[in-house]
């Protein structure tokens, strides 16, 4: 048994020694990153002022020549929510959209829900291809008052890439909007997201700020007051989107190396998805996927572009209240960006794709894909090295509070932000909560998701197929809507459950 | 571990830390209360000023008290009314506008808006042209120009904005240069059309529609369509048929379809021919639609393959065909995208309101 221990010290001590310097540079790195996207997320804010960003969307919404939007979501048996979700879309504040729901083979009865409140009408159907789809509409309606532009496209169930690439297909707008049936937008979401597609022409695509609702008060498919999760689990989701979303994504914007737009809520110019031939139904991190194809074909062609980024809070989602369904989505997460960068790993440090194959997408390799596995490798070293008296204690605690620090200067960076830009947080204690919630997600959640995350990278190297299941919802006011096997979970932050404390 | 990781680094990462979550913590406490006293402070200031402030902005004042009240607050409230007035004159034109400018140029505004255009930040650059832009005097024309080349984005496209306001035919005709792909940062159309956005910009737009950049010339046609000042349809159908650019051809067809007459029909005929480019095509149907008053001019195109061409050719031939009381047929041979679109100007042929606009009359 002695011998044992023995040969287990020695292993152990010859790993740390190994390893102990390239994980605290990895670690200092990661956090340099981190503070250089503040850096970046709070130059591009100033950029814009508040004042100059409204005065835009007032003059979007009286011009003549705004670029008009097609809103498209995928439904699955959304029978629940979907009409309240139809009519807060179609009154969006926004001189041209239309918005069109293509119902993914239902069983229940949303489509005469649907039918029932906007009195639709059957028309012709016609089946354009712009995009090569694998389950085509089999039939088109419309509201009988033209006034609604609200399509709805039926067809046999073909998964949610394939349902909004029909989407796109019926789209008649220059811009096209992909957003989740149950997901909440403001009212200004529409012009938001168009302003940048005005302002600078290089635009192809813009990604906004998704954040959670549980816990807000939702009013007619409105979200009338922003408070925290009543639950930790949600609570702490939500602090991950606020950093994610505030400072990862506004940072990588700036430097036009946005590799993720949230499948949940991002805007595409029409004759770029047509160009790029869609969404891959068969990617499982499509909108992931989709962003890096369309980086692809402008840097291929040279062309100049820009893949935007809009901080405002647009888009409310309900996170996962549930461990089971926190997994599930983690898993799903980890899988799609492993089996993405993999697809598309010729870009990665090729110089025909400039700071995204040097920057971003090695970032995405070393401090998203590989980030739960040294982090549970550096959790399982030092657990041992503490057992078996090969750490100094005192250091371990002080690095231990350094790393909790550092995630708490992030997520801190992320409130200042808000409380600087858009004033979200009404109540001085839900700002408590916020930061209360970063540092309780340090002891379980973290280590937690880092064993979800590395399930679905290890599922997807043995082959395992992806299981959608069911996720059940509180819903939005009480309901209880549930979520397709086919749907999108809640769209992924980067550095979901890894970031500050690399 | 306590051999290879040296102390002092880990230590000072500590202290830094501390420091600077404790520096974030103040920060996120000073902002809150900062914007709760601001806004405490607004309120009191404001609140015995909002029925001169109201009556002024009704153009209610008609002896002037109000506003001489107003001009009167003391100095120490003057950066919370402007504040206030500001947010006004956002939305207001004419003789009300009018009145809380002077109230504005009364306190000094003009000359610290003017310098404040010279900021080196940026973000006040652009605020402060934006609020020169809210004075309406196109005296200030000079202040906004060179900030149409300003090296911030947005302080370009503040500036247009206020170009807008200012209605200066100079500073229309300086919108459209900077629209020119060889100037520096060049301006987006759609932004340049808030520059151009009154009667004034007609003689520059019109100018501009021979420009030698491509994209001045796109800026220049789609301004006619917008606003359709028709004394520009000659220059318009003169530079159709010598426009190289397909995209630019585009809008000059769009534009002649707003300003054009019958007599352009043959040459749209000839733009919607399927030797043109698509976009070029779909905008010649539909400006077809606009000059031209037989339907039977799309019988050629609802058959066209292109399904986009087809339902821009359904579209035309159900508005022509949509007359009260007649519902539009579909033509032999039609294709299928143009039978769907059809369909959808069936449901929009004013049958059901018929009642409303006829029956009930």
């Keep these: 048994m002695t011998d044992v221990l023995e040969i287990l010290r020695t292993g152990v001590a010859s790993l740390l020694h190994w390893l102990a310097w390239p994980l605290l540079v990895y670690f200092l790195v990661g956090n340099v990153i981190q503070l250089l996207l503040i850096g970046l997320a709070t130059a591009d804010s100033m950029d814009r002022p508040a004042r100059q960003r409204r005065e835009g969307q007032v003059r979007l919404l009286a011009s003549r020549s705004v670029p008009g939007i097609s809103v498209i979501a995928s439904m699955f048996n959304e029978e629940v929510g979907i009409v309240e979700v139809a009519s807060s879309m179609l009154a969006l504040n926004h001189p041209l959209h239309e918005v069109i729901l293509v119902d993914d083979g239902s069983k229940d009865a949303t489509f005469t829900v649907l039918a029932q409140a906007f ?67 403001d009212p200004r979401a529409l012009l938001s997201v168009a302003q940048p597609f005005a302002d600078d022409e290089r635009t192809v695509a813009v990604g906004g700020v998704i954040r959670a609702v549980n816990g807000c008060a939702v009013m007619h498919g409105r979200v009338v007051s ?69 980086h692809k074909r402008m840097r291929r062609l040279r062309r100049p572009y820009r893949v935007r980024f809009v901080t405002e809070p647009i888009c409310w989602t309900e996170v996962p209240s549930t461990l089971r369904v926190l997994s599930r989505q983690r898993s799903r997460w980890h899988r799609g960006l492993w089996e993405t960068l993999w697809q598309h790993k010729d870009m990665l440090f090729n110089p025909r794709y400039g700071r995204l194959g040097f920057l971003a997408l090695p970032h995405y390799w070393l401090f998203e894909l590989f980030a739960p596995l040294f982090e549970a490798g550096g959790l399982v070293l030092l657990v041992l090295g503490l057992l078996l008296g090969l750490v100094n204690t005192d250091l371990l605690i002080a690095f231990a509070v350094v790393s909790y620090l550092l995630s708490a200067v992030v997520t801190l960076f992320a409130v200042l932000g808000e409380e600087l830009i858009t004033h979200r947080n009404e109540r001085a204690r839900d700002v408590a909560s916020t930061i209360l919630a970063s540092v309780v997600e340090q002891f379980g959640y973290r280590q937690i998701t880092v064993w979800f995350r590395l399930r679905g990278w290890w599922a997807s190297l043995r082959g395992t197929e992806q299981v959608w299941g069911v996720m059940s919802r509180t819903g939005f006011g009480g309901q209880l809507p549930s979520v397709p096997p086919n749907k999108a979970l809640p769209p992924p932050p980067e550095n979901a459950a890894g970031e500050g404390s690399r | 571990m306590d051999v290879v990781l040296p102390h002092v680094l880990v230590q000072g990462l500590l202290w830094v830390s501390l420091a600077t979550v404790a520096a974030l913590l103040l920060t996120i406490a000073v902002v809150r209360t900062t914007r709760t006293l601001t806004a405490a402070m607004s309120a009191r200031v404001l609140a015995p000023l909002a029925d001169d402030l109201l009556a002024v902005s009704t153009g209610e004042d008609p002896t002037g008290e109000a506003a001489a009240r107003l001009i009167d607050v003391p100095r120490r409230h003057r950066a919370t009314v402007e504040r206030a007035i500001v947010a006004r004159l956002e939305f207001l034109r004419g003789t009300t506008a009018r009145a809380l400018t002077d109230i504005l140029e009364a306190w000094g505004v003009r000359s610290r808006w003017a310098e404040r255009c010279r900021s080196p930040w940026a973000q006040r650059r652009a605020v402060a042209v934006s609020d020169v832009g809210l004075l309406h ?58 520059g151009l956005a009154f009667p004034g910009a007609e003689a520059a737009v019109a100018e501009a529609i021979a420009h030698p950049c491509s994209r001045v010339r796109t800026a220049a046609a789609h301004a006619v369509t917008l606003w359709g000042w028709t004394s520009t349809a000659t220059p318009i159908r003169h530079a159709l048929t010598l426009e190289p650019e397909a995209d630019t051809r585009v809008h000059q067809v769009r534009a002649l379809g707003v300003v054009g007459s019958g007599t352009d029909i043959d040459l749209l005929m000839e733009m919607s021919s399927p030797q043109s480019p698509r976009g070029v095509r779909v905008a010649a149907i539909g400006a077809l639609a606009e ?43 039609a294709s299928m995208a143009a039978i769907q679109e059809l369909a959808l100007s069936r449901l929009r042929a004013p049958a059901v309101r018929l009642p409303l606009t006829e029956g009930g009359r």
């Design chain 1, 119 to 185: 009195d639709l009408v059957e028309i012709p159907n016609v089946s354009i291809e712009d995009i090569s789809v694998r389950e085509p509409p089999i039939s088109t309606f419309v509201a009988r008052d033209t006034a609604v532009r609200l399509t709805v496209l039926r067809k046999k169930n073909s998964g949610r890439a394939d349902s909004l690439n029909v989407g796109v297909n019926a789209a008649r707008e220059d811009l096209v909007l992909f957003v989740d049936a149950d997901s909440l937008l």
């Design chain 1, 226 to 294: 922003v408070r925290p999760a009543r639950t930790w689990l949600p609570r702490i989701q939500g602090v991950e989107y606020l950093r994610a979303f505030n400072l990862g994504r506004a940072g990588w914007a700036r430097m036009n190396s946005l590799l993720l737009i949230s499948g949940a809520f991002g805007t595409f110019r029409r004759d770029v998805l047509l160009e790029v031939g869609g969404l891959d139904p068969s990617s499982i991190g499509e909108d992931f996927e989709l962003v890096l194809r369309i």
């Design chain 2, 137 to 194: 005097d196109e005296a200030l024309i000079d202040v906004v120009i060179p900030l149409l080349r300003d090296r911030s984005r947005t302080v370009r496209n503040s500036a247009v904005r206020a170009i807008g306001r200012l209605q200066s035919a100079r500073g229309a005709a300086m919108v459209l240069d900077a629209c020119a792909t060889d100037s520096r940062s060049h301006l987006p159309l759609w932004v340049a059309m808030e």
């Design chain 2, 291 to 333: 000059v031209c008053d037989d339907s039977e001019t799309f019988s050629t195109q609802l058959t066209d393959n292109d399904a986009i061409v087809s339902r821009a050719a359904a579209r035309a031939y159900g508005r022509h065909r949509s007359t009260p009381g007649v519902q539009p047929t579909v033509p032999a041979g």
